[in-house]
């Protein structure tokens, strides 16, 4: 009986191994932005079940990195420096509201499908939707929950409208979480976040041989 543990642990992280990486593909090409829908279906399809083979997000974005050097080539590092390039004049436009990056166009894993997202800071979330009034670009709101800590969630207003082809995504949060990010979806540690001047930086950094 106390043979068989090796065995079943292996076999645990052959399927863990295989579904981050059916995931990671699921990402990639069918444009699923979400890690947990992403596992499951692929779950489903490899007819894989048990808890203890599900990957953990982290995992996952392993994997969807590897996927991206394996299969994306160039066109991979012009989906992500359009989308920083984008992010940095909505940035520079929304700069009243202490604009932050985050997510996939930041982490360096944005494809072709991926928002940009942007994190914004006002005690009146509703002043952001009053500054897309006052120029013009229609939004449609929506609510984003974010982990704050261990014990606490937010759920916060999040504006979508599209841009220069792109579409973009405004989470309002108030001036208070500026001192301290929200948890990550993928490890639960606080989420990387850019500021305008950081945002310069890693373009330039990008650009430079």
């Known amino acids: 009986m106390h043979r068989a543990r090796p065995h079943t642990a292996t076999q645990s992280r052959e399927r863990r191994h295989r579904l981050a990486h059916e995931a990671a593909r699921l990402m990639a090409e069918s444009g699923i ?3 947990h829908q992403a596992k499951m279906k692929a779950a489903h399809q490899l007819g894989i079940h048990d808890d203890a083979s599900l990957p ?3 995992e996952i974005e ?8 394996l299969f994306a080539g160039p066109d991979h590092g012009r989906q992500l420096q359009l989308r920083r390039h984008a992010a940095l004049r909505a940035m520079e436009f929304l700069q009243a509201f202490s604009p932050r990056l985050v997510g996939p166009v930041l982490e360096g894993t944005a494809d072709g499908n991926s928002p940009v997202q942007l994190q914004l800071f006002d005690d009146d979330a509703d002043a952001v939707q009053r500054f897309l009034d006052e120029h013009g670009i229609p939004a449609d709101v929506r609510v ?4 704050l800590d261990r014990h606490r969630s937010l759920d916060a207003p999040a504006w979508l409208f599209e841009a220069e082809a792109l579409t973009f995504e405004l989470v309002v949060l108030p001036y208070d979480a500026l001192r301290q990010a929200a948890l990550s979806p993928v490890d639960d540690k606080p989420m990387r976040r850019a500021s305008l001047s950081q945002l310069r930086q890693l373009i330039g950094d990008a650009a430079s041989p």
């Open 144 to 147: 984003r929950r974010l982990r």
């Open 62 to 69: 392993a994997a969807l990195r590897e996927h991206q050097r």
């Open 33 to 35: 932005g979400d890690y």
């Open 56 to 58: 953990r997000n982290i």
